[in-house]
């Protein structure tokens, strides 16, 4: 007879990702009528992975990520993170970071970390050792009573990832958060960003027009079709970890760009 432990074995449920979307459809309203942007998407993202996704302008990237969010509600299908629905905003289980910081002009950098902490009236001394910590975490401990508009572009999207961060939520989701930048500070942001996930250990989702930005961050590249947005191919990425600017010329970095590129570049007219 079968030892109890292994029946409850085999009995367990398959381990879950942290989130999973299934059947999402999405079609908008508009007076030329309805605009199907998201058509049967479905996607797992394991606990602690870093998952970019990449499409064609758009394929529905934004779309699907204020679904996942809880900003937007798909017209069909489900989002679970965490094993719950997500059906409203849920800073608890989800930060956001946009490709704007969108930043409060009035709050130095401490108080617009801090704000949803605010919001939860949370009391201020929480608030603030929180806020903080968040701040050193991105590498902005010394700026904490700096206004945005006497703060960098890179310097704001820390304090917007700091934002986004200081509920602790399991998830984070960042919308093109490095696109408005220089290169050279975005090549910067993003390894600074490995480096605060690998402290962090978060569910990450992060959507990029860049391909050589999704090889460098990505565990994993789930790749759009054009409108109406479908995963077309999800790419594992087996570059080693700490990844490095070296091996954006390696043969292997190369081919896996490639592979994105051949998929999603425009037909030939
Ligand atoms: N509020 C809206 N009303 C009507 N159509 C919309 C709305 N928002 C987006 N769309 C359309 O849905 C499709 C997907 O848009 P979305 O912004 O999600 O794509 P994207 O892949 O993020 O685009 P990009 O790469 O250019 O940022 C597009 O055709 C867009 O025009």
């Known amino acids: 007879m079968q030892p109890l432990a292994e029946l409850n074995r085999d009995a367990a449920p398959a381990p879950r990702g942290m989130i999973e979307v299934s059947g999402l459809n999405h079609a908008y309203a508009t007076r030329q009528g309805p605009v199907q942007a998201l058509e049967n998407v479905a996607l797992t ?10 499409g064609p302008s758009g394929c529905g990237k934004s779309s699907l990520l204020m679904m996942l969010a809880g900003l937007r509600a798909a017209s069909a299908g ?11 905003p849920d800073p608890d289980r ?3 970071v946009f490709q704007e910081a969108n930043l409060f ?19 201020k001394a929480e608030r ?3 806020a903080r910590a968040m701040l050193e975490l991105v590498g902005l401990g010394d700026a904490a009573t700096r206004y945005p508009h006497e703060l960098s572009g890179g310097m704001k999207q820390r304090v917007s990832i700091a934002r986004g961060l200081v509920q602790d939520p399991p998830v984070l989701l960042l919308d093109e958060p490095f696109a408005a930048l220089d290169e050279q500070t975005r090549m910067a942001m993003g390894e600074e960003l490995l480096r605060i996930w690998a402290a962090t250990r ?3 989702v992060f959507v990029t027009h860049s391909l050589t930005e999704a090889v460098y961050l990505a565990d994993e590249v789930l790749v759009m079709s054009a409108r109406p947005g479908r995963i077309i191919d999800r790419m594992p990425v087996p570059l080693p970890r700490p990844r490095s600017y070296e091996m954006m010329a390696s043969a292997e970095f190369g081919r896996l760009r490639d592979r994105i590129w051949q998929q999603i570049k425009a037909p030939a007219r």
Not at 78 to 88: H, K
Not at 105 to 123: G, I, M
């Open 45 to 54: 993202v394991g606990q602690g992975r870093f998952t970019v996704i990449v």
């Open 78 to 88: 489900q989002i679970l993170c965490a094993g719950r629905p997500i059906t409203a």
């Open 94 to 96: 989800v930060g956001v």
């Open 105 to 123: 002009p009035w709050l130095t950098a401490l108080d617009n970390v801090a704000f949803p902490l605010t919001l939860r009236r949370a009391p």
């Open 128 to 130: 603030q050792a929180r």
């Open 202 to 204: 978060k569910t990450v």
